[in-house]
């Protein structure tokens, strides 16, 4: 129906999350109907992304250098890890601006039926950080994985885990008030902010 160049525009549109059809449609012929700049522009900027964005080789959030800002800022509390499932889980925490700790990502949550293991997630470097004493001793570990059933499997895991390996560490979840099923994305900062203060050692 559409010239080559046009139809596979929309084919890369329409994998987007939340892109249907129509909508990836409707989106490149905005984009052909922008000037070259705007198109250029938009171009770039998905081509720079995925060159240039990498994953913190501290906390595994996104980053341009080596390490994440939040990682290399020494006004950070390195002895509370807040761990969480995705980079974008990151950005709802520090909105709600009552945490000063570091992070943990883990690319993920267990999930037996969709065959995503302890292996596959970033758990082995957490309870690296959390033995290794460095830069400051860890005195918290906070679980802020989502309230799905995904998410509390992920947490139970890990909370076992440090208890074995790191007794004297304080593990503690995000009080409930969460809407459960829901991801810590879409969480206000109210919200999220009440269930930080409520924390319970787990
Ligand atoms: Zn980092």
Do not use: W
Not at 104 to 128: F, N, Q, R
Request: glycine letters at 6%.
């Amino acid at each position: 129906m559409y010239a080559p160049p046009v139809q596979r525009l929309i084919t890369e549109l329409s994998k987007l999350p939340g892109i249907g059809n129509r909508t990836a449609q409707r989106l490149a012929f905005h984009i052909l109907r922008a000037s070259q700049e705007d198109g250029a522009a938009l171009a770039q900027a998905v081509i720079e992304v995925k060159e240039k964005i990498g994953l913190c080789e501290v906390c595994f959030n996104l980053t341009d250098e080596p390490r994440c800002r939040i990682c290399a800022d020494p006004r950070r509390d390195h002895g509370v890890i807040c761990v969480v499932e995705e980079p974008s889980d990151v950005i709802p925490m520090e909105r709600m601006h009552e945490y000063d700790g570091v992070y943990h990502v883990l690319g993920g949550a267990l999930s037996p039926i969709e065959g995503v293991d302890p292996e596959d997630l970033k758990i082995a470097e957490l309870l690296a950080r959390v033995a290794a004493d460095e830069p400051t001793r860890v005195r918290e570990v906070v679980l802020a994985t989502n309230p799905t059933t995904t998410g509390e499997a992920t947490a139970l895991h890990i909370a076992e885990e440090l208890r074995e390996r790191a007794p004297d560490v304080t593990v503690t979840r995000l009080a409930s008030g969460l809407p459960v099923g829901s991801d810590l994305e879409y969480a206000d900062e109210v919200t999220l902010g009440k269930a930080f203060a409520g924390r319970r050692a787990v």
